[in-house]
């Protein structure tokens, strides 16, 4: 079975542009939910996507947006970069039940320039 | 919101050897989950363990929910150990809402 899929792996843009990151879930799981780690630290959340609804969100500007379609896989946009966007970006997924087990995809390395 | 600290922040180990790593958190929380994220970045779910104590192979993880902290254990180290281990903890609705800690970063020698 696949595992959380993520394209692009790289990704180099520079100030001022737009990007849109791709996450396809885990066969059967409904939940997805997008991590930013800076090099050096922990991964921060972003967003959680159940079930196409957005169920929550992270202390993350409006720049950064993100949906879900009927396939539950995920779009994660961020507008006018910023050189501090630079990051991995982290997509998870989960059933969307209680136990809220996350399962991580390899991520896509964004960088601005 | 909730504060994670993980210690300790690096670790070296020979291969063979036997270690603990602790997470505490600053409140109460229904969701704990340990991570390893390998030299390549790839983070793996090592266990979703919001209290209690699990085991799955050469790691078995505690958490003491009441005392608010957890603690991973590693036996029998190997180098393919190396990496980052997180704890990543949860108390709100949003139940994909992790806060992680800083990490302890691992390095297995031969």
């Given at each position: 079975d696949a595992g959380v899929t993520q394209s692009p792996t790289h990704l180099i843009k520079t100030r001022g542009q737009h990007v849109t990151l791709r996450c396809s879930p885990i066969s059967g799981h409904k939940s997805v939910s997008w991590y930013q780690q800076v090099l050096g630290q922990g991964p921060q959340f972003i967003f959680q996507y159940y079930e196409k609804e957005e169920r929550g969100r992270g202390?993350?500007?409006?720049?950064f947006s993100a949906r879900q379609f009927p396939n539950y896989s995920s779009e994660l946009n961020v507008n006018a970069?910023?050189?501090?966007?630079s990051a991995l970006y982290l997509c998870a997924s989960s059933?969307?039940?209680?136990?809220?087990?996350l399962f991580f995809g390899s991520g896509t390395q964004l960088s601005v320039l | 919101g909730i504060q994670v600290e993980q210690s300790p922040p690096d670790l070296i180990l020979q291969e063979g050897a036997n270690s603990t790593l602790r997470c505490n958190f600053s409140d109460s929380v229904n969701n704990l989950q340990w991570f390893h994220q390998n030299p390549w970045g790839q983070l793996i779910n090592l266990f979703y363990i919001p209290s209690g104590t699990k085991q799955n192979g050469r790691l078995s993880a505690t958490t003491v929910a009441t005392e608010r902290y957890s603690l991973l254990y590693i036996s029998?180290?190997?180098?393919?150990?190396s990496g980052v281990y997180f704890c990543a903890v949860g108390n709100t609705?949003?139940?994909?809402k992790l806060t992680f800690g800083t990490g302890t970063r691992l390095q297995v020698t031969l």
């Open positions: 202390n993350f500007p409006d720049r970069l910023l050189l501090g966007d059933l969307g039940g209680q136990e809220e087990k | 029998s180290s190997q180098t393919t150990d609705g949003t139940a994909s």
